[in-house]
């Protein structure tokens, strides 16, 4: 596990019979087939990220750092993060299910995260597909904290009338507790789609402040 600012370099294992075949799940998380015998593991660590699409001056670097050295968020290739793309519902799924310590990869994931979701009642794991929206995005969050009371008024913002009526309290506590801000001093945009680095911040706040 690589302290803050840090992602894994590289994983070797050495067995009796030389090098044994290293598989890498996500950022902190490498597995291999145990040979009869002893074993060497070496772990290198590096600083910054491997992504060529994220840099230190922006907003959003300590947040995609922090859900990459913690196995929270995958870029969309091994060189970008794709920050200004979009998540689907079925990947958050997969996002909330790992923190959860559920054990969602392989060829059928999808399904698998649906299931925990709708399990853990954080989703009616309908339209795994469809994009997720940052009302969404704090429902899910709000669901999986337990559903917290929250009597935070949002009518500060103007936009505040487009929170869904099944979003509203958690809306609030997201607003309340800091882990959504308006993309504006006076707008929510709550129908809006959460960009994967709005994604990370705010699983980072969550993560951080509440979890």
Known sequence: TPDTGYSVGSVSVTGPDGR??????????????????????RVSFTTGLPFTDVSANQWFYEAVSYVYTNGMMEGDSATTFNPDGQMTRAIFWAVLGRIDGANITGANWVDTARNWA???GVSDGTDPNGLVTREQFATMLWRFAGEPASSYSLSAYSDAASVSDWAETAMAWAVENGVI???????????????????????????????
């Open 20 to 41: 044994v075949d290293v598989k890498r799940v996500n950022a902190t998380t490498y597995t291999f087939v145990m040979p009869e015998g002893e074993v060497t593991v």
């Open 118 to 120: 709708m399990s853990e």
């Open 181 to 211: 801000s308006g993309l504006t001093a006076t707008t929510l945009v709550p129908q809006g789609t959460a960009t994967r680095a709005q994604c990370a911040t705010m699983l980072m706040r969550f993560i951080e402040n509440i979890a």
